[in-house]
């Protein structure tokens, strides 16, 4: 298992069925090994230095590993502004963007769609999904992520989404 989300929840899911005082000698445990991979992590950090950390960074299980340990070489909203500009040339394809609003103290990213994606039904869920994606894989930290300017899809008969009609000017001959 390589996913450090999986990790810890897998980690989280055993502990939960210790009970009475062996919940608590085993979550000290597992607080004890991280704190002892951690502090081993943060001096191959210091040895490494900022080149050979930043590629170490590139590689999903490292990154994972050094964000869990706040040690990534960079910030939580310098991580989520780089996943957004990859996503802008899909957004721009639709001639919208995306605005980081903020991250708030308990790790929310706060998003503005903007352009035409604002408001649009169709595209607000793609792009609403596409962010996430990238960003989630960016800064795994963040706790949730809000994007205001998203419409909800509306549905028709049989559940099925409705296609927005979008007024095309006709040149009558």
């Known amino acids: 298992m390589t996913d450090v989300g999986q990790v810890g929840e897998r980690i ?13 000698i085993a979550e000290e445990l597992v607080h004890t090994l991280l704190e ?10 210091e040895i490494a230095g900022r080149p050979l950390l930043d590629r170490l960074a590139e590689d999903d299980h490292v990154r994972g590993l050094l964000v ?4 990534h ?8 502004a780089e996943a957004l500009d990859k996503v802008r040339p899909f957004l721009g394809s639709h001639a919208g963007d995306v605005e980081l609003v903020e991250i708030d103290s308990e790790g929310v990213l ?9 408001g649009c039904p169709s595209s607000t869920v793609t792009a609403k999904y596409a962010i996430e994606k990238v960003v989630r894989e960016a800064a795994p930290e963040i706790s949730d992520v809000v994007v205001a300017g998203v419409v909800p899809e509306q ?8 296609l927005p009609l979008v007024d095309c000017p006709v040149e009558v001959p």
């Open 12 to 24: 989280e899911r055993l502990l939960g069925e210790f009970s009475g005082p062996d919940a608590e």
């Open 36 to 45: 002892f991979y951690g502090a081993g992590l943060e001096r191959i950090v």
């Open 68 to 71: 869990l340990h706040d040690l």
């Open 73 to 80: 070489p960079k910030s939580t909203h310098e991580r989520v």
């Open 110 to 118: 706060k998003l503005q769609l903007q352009g035409t994606c604002d």
């Open 155 to 162: 549905t028709g008969p049989g559940g099925r989404p409705l």
